[in-house]
């Protein structure tokens, strides 16, 4: 029979028995948090088509809202219905874990977004252009910079809110990213939620051609990481025979039941497993931004506008931090005697090289940015502590640190002067006196950062801290504590710039924000205080959720 013939024969074996083709089983109730998101992206998108341009701003910001808050209330709903613990499994023919770390990191995913979403819809900050209130994103994002084109939307008072579905579709693929199950999906969920953030990060409206080259650094470093990702899910799938993590987990411990000949050929062969497993975790240390994969962070986080610089900078780590601890605990528990060594390397020179590198820095959001790789450094400490109080210390750290940097980032939008944010060290000095409320939250924000008691910082990293110690690792916790020790002399250096100088006399204004930016604000500021003065409630919380299921 030909190979022509052979396939007829299946199709119209497949067309008489219609009934033999398996429907996929998909639990539509505990994906619901992730399908709520991508719908009103959808949504967002359809407003953008169809809604006269003075109407999109309210919708959008309605659509965004409604949406992230109806999808936390559903990780808080599967979350109460023992779906983090009890009833834990692997829904959507094995695609996705439903899970305490899962629902934990989606839950903080979507307060991230919300508040996020909150200092995106910021217009009070610039001064109003040709009658008309502005936000921090280009007036026209296709035009070019300083074009007539550009000038003309200015003037007719256009304003960009296609930023909102953007940040709906990010979201979507950061709630699949921590809970993907198979190679695949990790990668079709890390896609999902890098390219909205590449656009977002070419989108200011001040300073536009530093914006896009931000942005474009951004997308062809990203390219790369995807690239050596996905290289890493082809040959450990060439290893195991499988993308799922629990077959390929099964693989390395050498626990299969039926081996096939091809199976047999592969398994012996370590040199996939260890370079497969060594590039997929290229892939997710890039978007951690650990080093020596970092270089994209300050650039990026100093064009992109502010807000989109918070929310990146907030969530983008819990989900791949997420991605990782699974990749780790899940499906390379059996390598840990390989993983280990590389994984001190890279926490050692990420704690170092992030603290060491912002004592130079001048600009706020550089400094910002170098200290986020710091503190990814004292979470992979966290990660390599191999113990169940490792993955709930580095689920309470994240939840911490993203809302202190959302805060952070909120105060950097107000400081301006002439030309936008004023984001130069030099003129933030003596803001203490021009703005004490606003230094004074800046200076909250600054001392959770350096990890001083009875803030958030403080309790994240003794958690983290305590979990490496017991876990083995009591020098990854001595360098861990120097480098504390170094980000706490720049976080302190920036208090006494505003505080004891001089204001200068073409300082810039403290811009007074909505109600928006207020709210994110004193969120950020409330959870900082709360997780510092009384953190034991959370850290049971990351402590139940800190269950993997396989």
Not at 4 to 22: E, F, Q, R
Request: hydrophobic share 55%.
């Amino acid at each position: 029979m030909t190979h022509a013939a052979t396939v007829h024969s299946l199709w119209t074996t497949a067309a008489a028995a219609p009934d033999k083709i398996p429907a996929p089983h998909i639990e539509y109730g505990q994906l619901a948090p992730t399908l709520i998101v991508l719908g009103a992206a959808i949504v967002g998108v359809l407003v953008e088509a169809f809604l006269p341009r003075a109407q999109r701003y309210a919708a959008q910001l309605f659509v965004s809202v409604v949406s992230l808050a109806a999808a936390f209330a559903a990780v808080v709903g599967l979350a109460a219905s023992d779906y983090g613990t009890g009833k834990a499994h692997v829904a959507a023919m094995g695609a996705v874990a439903i899970d305490g770390p899962a629902l934990f990191l989606q839950g903080t995913i979507l307060l991230v977004a919300l508040v996020s979403v909150f200092t995106f819809a910021e217009r009070r900050l610039d001064p109003v252009v040709h009658g008309n209130r502005v936000d921090s994103f280009a007036a026209q994002a296709a035009a070019i910079p300083g074009g007539d084109a550009e000038k003309a939307a200015v003037k007719a008072g256009f304003t960009t809110t296609e930023v909102f579905p953007l940040v709906l579709f990010a979201v979507g693929g950061m709630l699949v990213f921590p809970a993907a199950n198979d190679l695949l999906t990790l990668f079709v969920a890390l896609e999902v939620f890098s390219l909205p953030l590449y656009v977002l990060c070419a989108l200011a409206r001040r300073h536009r051609m530093l914006s896009q080259e931000s942005a474009v650094k951004y997308f062809l470093l990203g390219a790369f990481s995807s690239a050596f990702l996905l290289f890493g899910i082809a040959l450990l799938y060439g290893y195991a025979g499988t993308v799922g993590y629990a077959g390929i987990a099964d693989v390395v411990d050498g626990q299969v039941r039926n081996v096939t000949p091809a199976l047999a050929g592969t398994m012996g062969n370590d040199a996939l497993l260890l370079i497969g497993g060594a590039m997929v975790l290229m892939g997710l240390l890039f978007k951690i931004g650990a080093v020596p994969f970092h270089m994209w962070t300050p650039d990026v986080y100093q064009g992109a506008p502010t807000p989109v610089t918070g929310f990146m900078a907030a969530a983008t780590k819990v989900a791949a931090f997420g991605a990782l601890l699974r990749l780790l605990y899940v499906v390379l528990p059996g390598l840990r005697w390989d993983w280990r060594p590389v994984m001190w390397g890279v926490a050692i020179v990420t704690m170092l090289g992030g603290a060491i590198v912002a004592v130079t820095q001048t600009d706020v959001k550089r400094l910002l940015a170098y200290s986020s790789i710091a503190h990814a450094g004292f979470i992979l400490a966290g990660v390599i502590a191999t113990t169940p109080e490792g993955i709930s210390s580095v689920l309470f750290y994240l939840a911490a640190y993203s809302f202190v940097t959302l805060g952070a980032f909120a105060v950097v939008t107000l400081v301006r002067d002439a030309g936008g944010e004023a984001t130069h060290l030099s003129k933030w000095a003596g803001l203490g006196r021009r703005s004490p409320l606003v230094a004074a939250v800046f200076a909250v924000f600054l001392l959770a950062f350096a990890g001083i008691p009875l803030t958030s910082g403080f309790a994240g990293k003794f958690a983290v801290f305590k979990a490496a110690a017991d876990g083995g690792a009591g020098a990854l916790v001595v360098v861990g504590v120097i480098s504390s020790a170094i980000a706490a002399f720049f976080y302190i250096r920036v208090i006494v710039l505003m505080f004891f100088s001089e204001p200068r006399t073409d300082g810039p204004s403290v811009a007074v924000p909505s109600p928006l930016t207020s709210s994110a604000i004193a969120i950020g500021v409330a959870v900082t205080v709360v997780l510092g003065v009384a953190p034991q409630y959370f850290l049971d919380l990351a402590g139940q959720a800190g269950v993997f299921v396989r």
